[in-house]
């Protein structure tokens, strides 16, 4: 199961004041849109939901776009049908609310041979930030972050960090922990993790420019895959990098994306709609 489908993340999307329908186990929001109408998500469900119980059960709570975005486990041929079948009766969502690319950092080797999969410059990397003394050390405070996260954002920092202190209330201290990088007694960056069974997810992170001059970003990435390790997980999820299938969209991740990939993971492509193509 996918953190989507969580009891945790139900929690959250609730406390966004969305409402919340189950069927076949799979958890879907409902929202009035402004100007869009009632929109459902159906996100990383873990089976695709019957039809013939899903559309009469969507229309009594008058939804009227749908999107789904499904699990890397799912067929894509199988996900190309049904959103033609859903189409015919709900105006499906063209633009993906989550990634449709991800990287993945195996956690089971040792630290030494996952250190070892980083680029070079990756490397180079963490060396110079500790040599120039930039310490990283888990915290439970969520504004120290948000306040990083919001000035390495400029004027969207806002909207990018809507509704993370709900997110952090429901998932700590079990499943959530974040990362603050500082120097010289001044936070520089941060990262909020988590973890949901076996996958650590790399949830929101930021950096201020001199941070960035400092390569905190990076050794905060290294000490994420460590402290990810320690809490048993076995994957480390980047959550989203630019997809090359979408060419036009999300075109600004690229820089991050290049990024992600310089810590040795695998990529994964979620199936997309040829809707949104």
Not at 20 to 47: E, H
Not at 79 to 86: V, W
Not at 91 to 118: A, G, M, R, W
Not at 218 to 224: D, G, N, R, S
């Amino acid at each position: 199961m996918e953190i989507q489908q969580s009891p945790l993340y139900k929690k959250y999307i609730e406390a966004l004041h969305w409402d919340v329908i189950s069927l076949d186990g799979v958890n879907m929001w409902i929202k009035k849109i402004p100007f869009l109408g009632t929109l459902a998500k159906i996100q990383r469900p873990t089976t695709l939901p019957y039809l013939p119980q899903l559309i009469p059960l969507l229309k009594k709570h008058h939804v009227t776009r749908v999107a789904v975005e499904p699990t890397l486990d799912t067929n894509p041929e199988q996900y190309q049908q049904y959103i033609k079948s859903l189409s015919k009766f709900f105006y499906i969502h063209k633009e993906p609310f989550l990634p449709t690319k991800t990287i993945c950092v195996d956690l089971t080797p040792s630290e030494k041979i996952i250190f070892q999969k980083f680029t070079e410059a990756k490397r180079r990397a963490v060396r110079k930030a500790t040599k120039h003394g930039v310490i990283v050390k888990e915290s439970t405070d969520i504004k120290d972050l948000l306040l990083v996260k919001n000035k390495s954002a400029g004027f969207l920092g806002g909207i990018t960090t809507y509704g993370i202190d709900k997110l952090w209330d429901i998932f700590y201290p079990k499943n959530a922990t974040i990362l603050l990088a500082s120097y010289r007694g001044q936070i520089i960056g941060g990262i909020l993790l988590l973890f949901w069974e076996d996958v650590a997810y790399y949830w929101i992170a930021g950096a201020t420019k001199k941070g960035k001059k400092l390569f905190a970003p990076t050794l905060l990435v290294w000490e994420a895959l460590k402290v990810s390790k320690k809490h048993k997980m076995k994957w480390f999820d980047f959550i989203g990098v630019w997809d090359e299938r979408l060419p036009r969209k999300n075109t600004e991740w690229k820089g991050f994306s290049k990024f992600k990939e310089g810590f040795g993971g695998q990529t994964l492509l979620y199936p997309i709609s040829l809707t949104i193509i």
